[in-house]
Every structure is written in C-alpha cells, then in structure tokens.
C-alpha cells in the first residue's frame, strides 16, 4: 500500500529557532500533502493543503509566514516552523492523498512531535 | 453545531463484546466516510472507508453508513485489548478534497 514517510519523528527546539519537518510519499505521486497538527487530547486540526508547484492553501487562523509549506515535487512537502515558541509544541502530522487512486488516498505519516523549549 | 459528532467517551467494552462507534455529519453532499484508528502518540491508520448506504464489512470490522440520517457507525467484533485506541471518524468535504474529522472516541477493551 501507500506509504508516506515522515521526518524526523521527533525534535526538541530553542524557542525562537526553526524547524523543517519532511513529508515524502515512497510509491505514489501525492498531488495533494495536507499538514495536520494535534494537541494532546484533541482532534487533528489541518492547518494547510499544498498541491505540488503551487502555493499552500492556509485554513484559517494558521499563520502562513509562521508555518512555511513547500510543496516542490510530487514526492515531497516540508513544514517549517519558523522561530517557535513553546505553543508551538505539537503533534504534527503530514497526509498525502494519490493522485491515481485518490477515494483511498489518504495515508499519514509517522507524525513528528515538536517540542520547543 | 459541529461538522462531525461522535459520542462521546470514554467508551469501555468487555473482551470479545461488540464496540460500537458512532458518528453524524452535517454537511448532506458528503460522499465518503473513513474510520482511522489512532494509538496514543501513533498518527492515524486507515480501518475502514465506506461511500454507499448500507453495511460494508472487513474481518471484525463492520461500518454502516446511513446518509439520509447523516449517521455513519463502526461495529467491532469481537474485540480485543489490542483494539484500544482512539477511533477517528472522517468525512470527505463535498468538493472532494479536505478530510474533517470528529474528535474522537477513545476505546477501550478489558481483558
């Protein structure tokens, strides 16, 4: 099936640095990244959806200069949070649907646990 | 009112009972319906997608869609302790695109 590979699973942080998280589909073209973050307890939230070489759509309320996405090729999108601060601390997970078989495409990566200190 | 309800947990079931999850939807064009589970500090995997009224089942997996009531459900069977763990249910915006899921129910099976 379908994998999306995320990267790295986990990163502590300086409040105030950045942070570049990967999100690579394996054996599909992902015409479609979705970038979710979770607090703990909650639901997913998406925050942005990125299609491959054009700008991300921001769902309102996420800062799009904050949470920089690039969507540069079929195969991998990025999620740069930029100078985080402690609220920034979560779960953030990448969802990248096939452009071929797009009623199933809907796999998660790993996820990445940000923390910011 | 929220775009997608699940009753509300904690829910706890005996081993080998039958859990029931359920879920309502507002938005009455949506045409398909996903049911992920999520492990604590897991992200989400994929049980079960359902897009015609009626019952589709998968192993001890049952989900049962109902779009005139806006209500879609996932019976597990025979549960088991490694079942436990928070069921997501998703709807498909009616533009086909963006996933909204419920809050979740978290599920637990007792040895």
């Known amino acids: 099936g379908a994998v999306v590979s995320q990267h790295p699973s986990w990163v502590i942080c300086k409040s105030g640095t950045s942070v570049k998280i990967e999100c690579r589909s394996l054996d599909f073209q992902a015409t479609t990244m979705f970038w979710y973050r979770q607090f703990p307890k909650q639901s997913l939230m998406l925050m942005a959806t990125s299609n491959e070489g054009s700008k991300a759509t921001y769902e309102q309320g996420v800062e799009k200069d904050k949470f920089l996405i690039n969507h540069a090729s079929l195969t991998l999108s990025t999620l740069t949070v930029t100078s985080a601060h402690p609220e920034d601390s979560s779960f953030y997970i990448c969802?990248?649907?096939?452009?071929?078989?797009?009623?199933?495409?809907?796999?998660f990566g790993s996820g990445t646990r940000l923390t910011v200190v | 009112q929220k775009e997608v309800e699940q009753n509300s947990g904690p829910l706890s079931v005996p081993e080998g009972a039958i859990a029931s999850l359920n879920c309502t939807y507002s938005?009455?064009?949506?045409?398909?319906f996903f049911w992920y589970r999520q492990y604590s500090g897991k992200s989400p995997e994929l049980i079960m997608f359902i897009y015609s009224n009626g019952d589709k089942e998968d192993g001890r997996f049952t989900a049962q869609l109902n779009k005139a009531s806006q209500y879609v459900s996932l019976l597990i069977r025979d549960s088991q302790p490694s079942d436990s763990a928070t069921y997501l249910c998703?709807?498909?915006?009616?533009?086909?695109?963006?996933?909204?899921f419920g809050e979740g129910t978290q599920l637990t099976v007792n040895p």
């Open positions: 969802s990248a649907r096939d452009g071929v078989s797009a009623v199933y495409g809907y796999t």
């Open positions: 938005d009455r064009g949506s045409q398909s």
């Open positions: 998703a709807v498909m915006e009616t533009s086909g695109s963006r996933l909204t």
